[in-house]
């Protein structure tokens, strides 16, 4: 196990030093299985969101697996890459969207299930600030890991820049932005720019992969506009692993009074 050097703020190894973020050990090594617990919402008022505080949905139909679990990479139909997907903190009504769209949308699904939940996670500033996003590039990152639909600069569209502010938190971070699907923006530490359609739908820039946390794109299906985050490869779980989790919304419980025009719009 390697030990925390408090002054430079990385790892020691047998055979050297390496960055913390990019430290490949399990969450439960800092923070023990309590964090992973899904505790009710209400408990968010012990611990209250602060300024830098990062918020993640993530509609789901396996609570229990969740539930005092580590999160792991896998990927289920439909989704683009292996690893843990959330949407965007701000947004709760369009993450209930989603997951009725997936759960029970006929035009989704022939059985439809109603035993499906939303959970919140909260990444701390303290974890965002130090080992997420730099200085240089926070502002950028924080507001694309945020945002559910605009741009910082051009409001509904993106405008030059936007694109310069993606691109190099693209080439110097760990979160990778795609604007839209078909803007192409610089992908990785080279210059050559790739869209999010090229990069899902043709697999170009993909080698870029293991370089990021975490990726931010579209949803695929034309109903959800939202962002979407893809936490990917072991460095992208250790740092979602690290976050508070809530149980949000539960279907059998809340309903779906906040979307009926969506599901009526939908179906």
């Not at 918020?55 to 683009?80: I, M, N, P, W």
């Not at 059998?252 to 009926?260: C, M, Q, V």
Request: proline letters at 5%.
């Amino acid at each position: 196990m390697p030990k925390k050097d408090d002054v430079f703020g990385v790892y020691g190894t047998d055979d050297g030093f390496r960055p913390y973020a990019a430290y490949a050990g399990r969450a439960s090594d800092f923070d023990g299985l309590d964090t992973w617990r899904v505790r009710p919402i209400t408990a968010l008022a012990l611990k209250p969101l602060r300024t830098g505080d990062l918020v993640f949905y993530h509609a789901t139909r396996q609570l229990t697996l969740l539930d005092t679990k580590e999160l792991e990479s896998k990927s289920e139909a439909g989704e683009f890459l292996p690893g843990f997907y959330t949407t965007s903190g701000t947004d709760l009504i369009g993450s209930i969207q989603l997951g009725w769209y997936w759960y029970e949308c006929p035009k989704k699904t022939n059985k439809p299930k109603k035993d499906w939940h939303v959970l919140a996670f909260v990444l701390r500033r303290e974890h965002v600030e130090a080992y997420l996003a730099g200085a240089f590039l926070r502002e950028t990152c924080t507001y694309y890991l945020q945002a559910p639909r605009a741009f910082s600069r051009g409001g509904v569209s993106p405008n030059a820049d936007d694109i310069r502010a993606i691109e190099f938190a693209n080439r110097n971070g760990q979160v990778m932005i795609f604007p839209d699907k078909a803007t192409r923006v610089a992908c990785g530490r080279g210059a050559t720019p790739y869209c999010l359609d090229q990069f899902v739908l043709e697999r170009e820039g993909i080698e870029s992969l293991g370089e990021y946390a975490v990726i931010v794109g579209l949803q695929k299906p034309p109903p959800l506009t939202m962002r979407q985050q893809c936490w990917v490869t072991t460095n992208g779980l250790w740092h979602i692993n690290h976050a508070e989790r809530y149980l949000a919304f539960s279907r059998e419980r809340d309903g779906l009074a906040d979307i009926t025009d969506f599901v009526v719009k939908n179906r």
